[in-house]
């Protein structure tokens, strides 16, 4: 049902978000819909075997992707944008700098993203050394942004904190592996990782055996990173 200001009020079962368990971009669709109380359903599908029906509907096949009954939406951005500007309230800054400025820090988020999955990947310890100072210099260049708030850059959760949330997660399991600490350099991102690992709504966003599904991802990978595992787990 729309009303005049273009807010949509979803019934159980309108909206459906495919899925797959370890994927961080999915992950920031899943807090912005339980941030904003959005009743929706979830599929979760194997991206190492994706189904028939997927692949029919899913222009770049891959996750996450919000099947809804106008159509299919794609990309976590879009779909988040959309979620939040059909419910009430906006989980985005007003003033359109800072909006802007947010949104910016979002592409860099997915570029921790990409340094992280450089990281696990990595075959030897060269590669895996050069991927862990690219993240380290990532949070360092993050430090400088943050306040003296709880989340990004206010005490109330917003939209970008979505993205953060996912990217902080995975040290958690770095964590259980590994000596170095990520965060020694930067302790306004340490906080608001601390911060983040306690919102209800990042901690549902994924499933409760998340972090060994996790570890047996990262030791198929075959990596640098799957033989500092197998050697801690010897
Ligand atoms: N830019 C996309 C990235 C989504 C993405 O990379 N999803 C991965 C899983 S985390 C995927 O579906 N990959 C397809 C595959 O593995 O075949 C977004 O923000 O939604």
Not at 44 to 61: E, M, Q, R, T, V
Not at 142 to 153: A, G, K, W, Y
Not at 187 to 216: M, T, W
Request: glycine content about 4%.
């Amino acid at each position: 049902m729309t009303n005049n200001n273009q807010t949509k009020e979803f019934s159980d079962g309108q909206i459906d978000l495919v899925s797959f368990s370890l994927c961080p971009y999915v992950q920031r669709a899943i807090i912005i819909l339980d941030e904003k109380e959005i009743p929706h359903n979830r599929t979760y599908i194997n991206l190492a075997d994706k189904p028939d029906w997927f692949k029919k509907i899913s222009p770049l096949g891959k996750v996450p992707l919000l099947q809804t009954e106008q159509g299919v939406l794609f990309e976590s951005a879009v779909i988040g944008e959309y979620l939040d500007e059909v419910t009430t309230g906006s989980l985005h800054p007003i003033d359109p700098f800072e909006k802007a400025r947010h949104r910016s820090w979002i592409e860099f988020g997915s570029t921790i993203l990409a340094a992280i999955a450089g990281l696990y990947s990595a075959q030897d310890s060269k590669a895996f050394e050069d991927k862990r100072a690219v993240i380290t210099s990532k949070f360092e260049q993050l430090e400088v942004q943050l306040r003296d708030t709880n989340f990004f850059s206010s005490d109330n959760f917003q939209f970008i904190d979505a993205v953060y949330g996912p990217i902080f997660r995975y040290f958690d399991t770095f964590d259980l592996f590994m000596s170095d600490n990520f965060f020694a350099t930067t302790p306004r991102v340490l906080k608001y990782r601390q911060n983040l690992s306690i919102r209800p709504s990042v901690i549902q966003a994924v499933p409760e055996d998340y972090q060994s599904r996790l570890i047996d991802f990262l030791l198929k990978k075959d990596s640098h990173l799957s033989r500092i595992i197998n050697k801690k787990a010897a």
